[in-house]
Every structure is written in structure tokens, then in C-alpha cells.
């Protein structure tokens, strides 16, 4: 029996996700990791010298599978059971999971962990949520002394035990210089996948609709060189690891940053190849920033572009003319192709920001149209968070009224209805895209639209036209066929083994939409699981 310490369940839920919700069915959308929880496993190992293994793809397994895995590790000594990620994580399959460690291993303590409480407040039989970057929070849950509040929704029924590390400044486990991530032989990690791992926590910038909780930071909050180079050496050493993304919400914000994993990457004796958020105002018109991301390989860039109408982009704070941007993009392209060889650019746009019309949103899509084809777009309806303590607030969820919104009852907006059936009856839209936009349509009684976002309105669109906009003009549209891989999605692809060169294709060139062909990614999973089962 290989009996732990402490055992991790992790895995990134997909929009097929909200499937879960309602069966115990494996799923296999993506094939790809996130850091979190390795990173948690990581700090265990290194502040108590605990033996703690993480089980990945946590949504492609089936319950007896589980806990299989669970009576194999889960022995006398067994001190905690957690559960970990950055989406939704209240699939049956955890739920049930967790009742099952609760009746057997009484004396396990149970964690669930994530960024919002909202991912994790519908998973029973956890003693404690810990909510935010958790590491101190984790810290005081194993030494048995975590400061908890007890978090009621809307103050009244059952009270759930929250360790809180963005609200309680002794679990705040920012600014650190160190934020290593070291995978182990039984993380079975593939050549070829990508690999995520931070540089910084906290953004310099405070965007109005932004609810990252830590804005507007001052001074170094960076990575140290040292800890980025010994991480990024040693994943090539043991496992031939190149391929990156970098998790920041902004990486580039500021040059000397850049410029100091520029020098580590540059004295590589290997390629590797970044991928994360950068500022297209910063790259495009501050000097050196072009030059020393190239030098650094970073290599695909998703901007935050928002808007091309200059008041709307202005109004969420994101600086500069749009149109100097867009152009300083597709130089920006030409470089790193020069340079590197190799660019991806995903550019992100938000429907429903103040001052946008339908006519500033067709001239974006021209200028897609006619100089962004084969690369990624991507596009939300704007979500204005509530205040609750569920979700995190931005600045737009106090000053609604100053942005020219309102708050709309569900019995005053249209519901979706069948404004949408052209694109399911539509033979050149694929199907994948049918059924996820399915699966996306708003439905104003859920805990999404009660508890979590504002039912908005200004005053050309509202929360649901938003989202009807973007389907109509993008992922339901014949136009997205010409789009490539959106940048984060690339890991997916390079999980199942696709190349550098398969992602410079767009949709019309590779064998499926948006993520690799659904066999290839079971494949994939199913081997890691047996391999996981067999330990
Ligand atoms: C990369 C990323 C993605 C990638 C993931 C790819 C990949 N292979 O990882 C993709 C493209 C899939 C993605 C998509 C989306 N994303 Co995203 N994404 C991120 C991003 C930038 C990094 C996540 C990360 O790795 N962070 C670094 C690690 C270290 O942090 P962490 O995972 O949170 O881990 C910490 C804690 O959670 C906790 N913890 C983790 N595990 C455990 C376990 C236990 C037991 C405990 C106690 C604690 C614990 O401690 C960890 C270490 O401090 C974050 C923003 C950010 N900077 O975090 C947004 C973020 C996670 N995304 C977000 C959103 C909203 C989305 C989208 C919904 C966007 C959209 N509108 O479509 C989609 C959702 C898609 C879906 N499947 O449903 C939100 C999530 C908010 C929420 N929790 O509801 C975030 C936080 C951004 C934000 N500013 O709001 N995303
Ligand atoms: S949107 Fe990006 S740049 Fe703006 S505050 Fe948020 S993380 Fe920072």
C-alpha cells in the first residue's frame, strides 16, 4: 500500500463542466494541468517534509476508480484529504468522493481550495474552505490551528468554515520571491505538456472591471531569478518539459521583470516557449518591451484588448488608442516571427462596455476580418460581479450607476428564447460549438445570475443580448472557423502530442474545434489513470 500523507485532488474543469453538475460521467475536453495544487503540494513537501501526491484530471475518472485510488492511499497516518482547482469543482463525483473519505477516514481532515468560495461552497464533508493564494491557509490547517470564519450565505443557514487568505492579512502568501513547482515521477509528465507556473502575484494596473484582489500593487512582487531558472532547468532535466504558460494576470508589468527572465532564458541550453497575458498599451508602445519578450520566448500573447471605441477602453481604464495598439499588435507579430519563429496572439473583447454601439462592434469585427485572421479572438459578455462574499467585487460592482448601468429583475429583460436556433439549425456551424453555447445560454433562476453576477443593462445592451452578440458574431459564426487556437487552449493540443506547428493552423486546418479530437485526449488520460492505479 503506498499510504500518503496527504492526497490532492486536482483537475480543470471545461465547459463541459456543467455537465458534471448533473452526472458522474468521466469527461474528457482538455487535457491539461494547472499549478495550484501542485504548488500547495509543493510547499507541503518543502515546510513539513510530508509525503503528499496529487491525482490529476479529476473529472475524467469514475467514482469507483476513485476510490480505489483513495483506500490505496488514504492509511492510519493519512493526515488530510483536499481537493483543489480554479473553476467549479462541486461535480458529483467530488461530492460523493468526499462523503465516502468522511464515512471511512473519520480521522482525516478534509480541504477544499481555490480562489473563490463560490468553486467550492457546494462540496459537503469539508472541514475547511480555504479561499485565495493558500499556502499560509494550508500551512495553519495541517499544524491544526487555522483561523476560520464561519460564512453563512446571505447570514442565514448552515454556516460553512472558511480559512480566508485574501481578507486576513496572516495568510496573505504574497509578495514571495519563491513560488517554485516540482512535479514528481508519479505525476507521469509528458514531454511534450505545458506546464504552468507563476512570476508574480498581484497586478501594478486596477482596471474597474477587474476582480483580481490584489490591484494596484506597488514595488517588487516578483519571482526571484534564481527560483525561475532552477524551476525551469530542472523540469527540462527530468522531464523534458519547454512549453510554459506563465499565469500572471499581467506578466508584463514592467521591463526589469521581463528583462531578468530574459537573461536566464536566453543562457538556456534549450528553447523554451512562454505563453500568458501581457498589456498590448505596454508591449506595443514602451520601449524594450518588444525586445525582451522576444528575448524571453514569450512567444503567445493574450491581450485584454477589450475594445477598438477609445472612449469604451478608456472608460475600464485600459490606456492608449486602440487603433495605435492593433497596428503595434501586427508589428508585434512580425517580429516575434522574425525573431522567434514562432507567434500566436489571442485578443479578448468585452460586449456591453459603456459607450459601446453596435457599430463600434462591427468595425472590430472588421478589422478582425480583415487583419487578424488565423490567429485567436475571444469575447465575453461583461460579467459585473455582486458583492456577497461568494464572488469578488471590481470597482464597477460599486459604481454601476457612474458606468451607465442598472440592475434588471429577470421579468424585465428578454430571456435567450429562440434567438439563437439559427445557429443550431445552422449546418456550417460545428457542433461542438452548438452544444457549448447550449450549454452556456443564461438562465436567469440559476445561483450564476442570483447570487453571482448583476443582471445588467445600459444603454444599448443588457447582460443577455451581450451574450447573444458574442455567439451570433463569433463562436457561432462561420468567421470562427478561420480563428486559431485560443493561447491557453494550446496546451490541450501540445498534451496529445500536436507541435509548435499544428498551432499555427487555424480551425479549417486541424481535425477538430477548439480542443483535440475527444479520443485522443481519452487516451491520453486513461493512460496516466491506469499508470496513477498501478502504483
Ligand atoms: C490560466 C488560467 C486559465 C486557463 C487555464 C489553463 C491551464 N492549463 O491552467 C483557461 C484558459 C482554461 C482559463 C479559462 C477561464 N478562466 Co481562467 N485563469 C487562469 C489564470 C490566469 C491562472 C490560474 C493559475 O494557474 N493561477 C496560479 C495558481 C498558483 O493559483 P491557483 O490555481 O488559484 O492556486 C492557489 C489557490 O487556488 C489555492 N489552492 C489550489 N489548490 C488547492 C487545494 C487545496 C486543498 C487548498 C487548501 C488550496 C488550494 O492555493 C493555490 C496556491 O496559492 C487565473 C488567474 C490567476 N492569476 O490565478 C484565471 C482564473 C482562474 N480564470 C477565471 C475565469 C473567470 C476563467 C473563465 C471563466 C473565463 C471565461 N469567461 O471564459 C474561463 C473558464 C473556463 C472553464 N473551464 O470553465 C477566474 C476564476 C474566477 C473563479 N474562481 O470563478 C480567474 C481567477 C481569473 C480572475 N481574475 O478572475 N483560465
Ligand atoms: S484586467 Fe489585467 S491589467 Fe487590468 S487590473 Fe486586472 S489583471 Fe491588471
Aim: aromatic share 14%; net charge negative; hydrophobic share 35%.
Amino acid at each position: 500500500m503506498a499510504y500518503v500523507d496527504v492526497l490532492l485532488f486536482t483537475g480543470l474543469g471545461s465547459y463541459s463542466h456543467n455537465l458534471q453538475a448533473f452526472t458522474e460521467d468521466p469527461t474528457y475536453e482538455t487535457r491539461s494541468r494547472t499549478s495550484g495544487t501542485y504548488r500547495i503540494a509543493t510547499y507541503l513537501r518543502d515546510e513539513f517534509d510530508l509525503n503528499v501526491e496529487v491525482i490529476d484530471f479529476m473529472f475524467s475518472w469514475k467514482y469507483e476508480e476513485l476510490k480505489e485510488i483513495v483506500d490505496s492511499r488514504v492509511g492510519p497516518n493519512t493526515r488530510l484529504v483536499g481537493v483543489g482547482g480554479i473553476f467549479f469543482l462541486a461535480a458529483p463525483i467530488i461530492i460523493r468522493i468526499f462523503q465516502y473519505i468522511k464515512d471511512t477516514y473519520p480521522h482525516v481532515t478534509t480541504s477544499a481550495g481555490s480562489q473563490d468560495l463560490w468553486s467550492l461552497i457546494k462540496i459537503p464533508n469539508i472541514d475547511y474552505y480555504c479561499v485565495g493564494y493558500g499556502e499560509l491557509g494550508m500551512k495553519a490547517i495541517i499544524e491544526g490551528n487555522p483561523e476560520v470564519k464561519q460564512w453563512q450565505m446571505f447570514g442565514q443557514g448552515p454556516k460553512f468554515p472558511v480559512v480566508d487568505c485574501w481578507e486576513n492579512p496572516k495568510y496573505h502568501a504574497y509578495p514571495w520571491p519563491e513560488l517554485p513547482i516540482r512535479y514528481e515521477k508519479r505525476d507521469f509528465i509528458l514531454p511534450y505538456e505545458t506546464l504552468s507556473m507563476e512570476t508574480s502575484r498581484g497586478c501594478r494596473f486596477a482596471c474597474s472591471y477587474c476582480n483580481f484582489p490584489i490591484l494596484g500593487v506597488k514595488g517588487d512582487y516578483t519571482r526571484s531569478k534564481d527560483c525561475f531558472e532552477r524551476n525551469v532547468k530542472e523540469n527540462y532535466d527530468l522531464w523534458g518539459t519547454t512549453e510554459y504558460i506563465i499565469t500572471d494576470d499581467t506578466f508584463n508589468d514592467y521591463v526589469p521583470k521581463i528583462e531578468k527572465y530574459a537573461d536566464v532564458v536566453q543562457d538556456l541550453p534549450f528553447e523554451p516557449n512562454f505563453t500568458g497575458y501581457c498589456r498590448a498599451d505596454l508591449l506595443t508602445m514602451r520601449k524594450g518591451d518588444l525586445e525582451q519578450m522576444a528575448r524571453m520566448r514569450f512567444n503567445s500573447h493574450l491581450y485584454g484588448i477589450e475594445s477598438t471605441h477609445h472612449p469604451s477602453a478608456k472608460a475600464i481604464g485600459k490606456g492608449g488608442k486602440p487603433e495605435k495598439i492593433l497596428n503595434g499588435i501586427l508589428e508585434a507579430k512580425e517580429y516575434f516571427l522574425k525573431h522567434n519563429g514562432f507567434y500566436r496572439g489571442e485578443m479578448s473583447f468585452i460586449w456591453g462596455l459603456p459607450y459601446e454601439t453596435p457599430d463600434t462592434l462591427a468595425y472590430t469585427f472588421k478589422w478582425l476580418d480583415e487583419n487578424w485572421q488565423s490567429e485567436a479572438v475571444s469575447m465575453f459578455p461583461l460579467h459585473i460581479m455582486r458583492d456577497n462574499g461568494m464572488t469578488r467585487p471590481s470597482d464597477m460592482t460599486h459604481r454601476m450607476d457612474e458606468f451607465g448601468y442598472k440592475v434588471m429583475q429577470p421579468i424585465e429583460v428578454d430571456p435567450v428564447g429562440n434567438r439563437l436556433d439559427d445557429i443550431y439549425a445552422d449546418p456550417e456551424i460545428d457542433e461542438y460549438f452548438k452544444h457549448r453555447i447550449k450549454l452556456m445560454e443564461p438562465d436567469l433562476k440559476s445561483p450564476h445570475w442570483q447570487v453571482g453576477t448583476f443582471l445588467w443593462k445600459n444603454e444599448y445592451y443588457d447582460a443577455i443580448t451581450a451574450f447573444i452578440g458574442v455567439q451570433k458574431n463569433l463562436f457561432g459564426h462561420k468567421r470562427y472557423w478561420d480563428r486559431a487556437v485560443p493561447i491557453f487552449n494550446q496546451s490541450n493540443w501540445h498534451g496529445v502530442g500536436f507541435t509548435k506547428e499544428d498551432m499555427m493552423k487555424n480551425f479549417r486546418e486541424l481535425p477538430s474545434m477548439m480542443n483535440p479530437p475527444e479520443e485522443m485526449v481519452r487516451e491520453s488520460i486513461e493512460d496516466y489513470k491506469q499508470k496513477k492505479l498501478s502504483l
